[in-house]
């Protein structure tokens, strides 16, 4: 892994607005997709997944298709069937996730396992799944189904290798970064690349999208970390403190973990993997991050990745896509502030 090493920069607009414009008129058309394909004679599968759908969600993932389709000049419809293929899978992860993690709250409403129970959620994400990949047939590009359906395999990868770490402080970063590159980076890369599959564009700039995804989900996923110990419910989907209360093995749990001295990797063991995990032992986590800088140095691996995802774009021809995916890396770092 490379150094990035920080040098004084420009300000620069910082936002996810430059995309959320530039993408609105293909978004609106995902959104209708999306509320067309969620419909079911079976009454409870729109109930499900309307409830997740509509729960305020920013939709990064398919506005990442739709951008880096029209930066090379697409004018068709495929992207917008990707695009919301790429939405219903996570939507898909989100119910499955719930089901698996046991959590109550996301976006600050109960969960959909919280009102229809476990079985219809696992069931309403395998329906989205068929759905998504019924689209990407729909398309016809046998380069674009076999990126998505080879991000679908890893991502349940990535859930079971994160299921097998859980509560496990013998967890190394590389296992921790492998199971984030899984879990929540593959579906960036996949719908970052997708867009320029459909666009015609060459081997690079695939492989330019590719980079830039793969990076901007490790980045966002690490700052989805350090929130979890210090951020607000709204900007992170879900209630903070979520992770510490199940136990999951995070790289600021890491970092805290290796450095603390044996009393407090007492705690660590104590608090993730025997469970005693109540909001007092939370404050004291919080604590003892910051006595050693684990939330810190969380920051500084996202901002790392950040600007691996700028440099995979520089290369690529100056438009009003490529400035707003760039300050989406911007955006996705800016949530910790």
Not at 93 to 113: F, G, M, N, Q, Y
Request: contains cysteine.
């Amino acid at each position: 892994m490379g150094v990035v090493v920080a040098i004084d920069e420009p300000p620069r607009k910082s936002g996810i607005e430059p995309l959320v414009a530039l993408a609105k008129p293909g978004m609106e058309r995902v959104n209708q997709l999306i509320l067309d394909k969620a419909g079911s004679d079976v009454r409870m599968i729109p109930e499900v997944a309307n409830h997740l759908i509509n729960s305020g969600g920013k939709r990064l993932r398919p506005m990442l298709t739709i951008a880096s389709a029209e930066m090379f000049g697409y004018q068709g419809d495929h992207h917008i069937k990707l695009a919301a293929s790429v939405e219903f899978m996570h939507t898909a992860t989100l119910l499955h996730d719930d089901v698996v993690d046991e959590s109550d709250r996301r976006r600050s409403k109960p969960t959909a396992r919280i009102i229809w129970g476990n079985q219809a959620s696992v069931l309403v994400g395998d329906f989205l799944l068929g759905q998504a990949f019924r689209m990407m047939v729909d398309v016809g590009s046998m380069d674009a189904l076999d990126v998505l359906s080879t991000a679908s395999a890893i991502i349940a990868e990535g859930e079971v290798m994160q299921l097998s770490a859980a509560k496990k402080l013998s967890t190394t970063e590389d296992d921790y970064l492998a199971v984030i590159k899984a879990k929540t980076a593959a579906l960036f890369l996949a719908a970052a690349e997708v867009g320029p599959i459909v666009a015609g564009a060459g081997s690079d700039e695939r492989a330019a999208l590719r980079s830039y995804g793969l990076n901007l989900g490790l980045a966002f996923q690490l700052v989805d970390d350090v929130l979890d110990y210090g951020g607000d419910a709204g900007d992170l989907g879900k209630n903070v403190g979520d992770d510490f209360r199940e136990g999951k093995i995070t790289l600021p749990v890491l970092l805290a973990y290796r450095r603390g001295s044996d009393d407090e990797r007492g705690f660590w063991k104590q608090s993730l993997e025997d469970g005693d995990n109540g909001a007092e032992r939370l404050e004291k986590a919080r604590a003892l991050m910051a006595r050693h800088g684990a939330l810190a140095d969380t920051i500084q691996r996202a901002r790392h990745f950040g600007a691996i995802a700028r440099d995979a774009l520089a290369p690529m021809p100056a438009t009003p896509q490529k400035d707003a995916l760039l300050e989406v890396v911007d955006f996705c770092i800016s949530r910790l502030n």
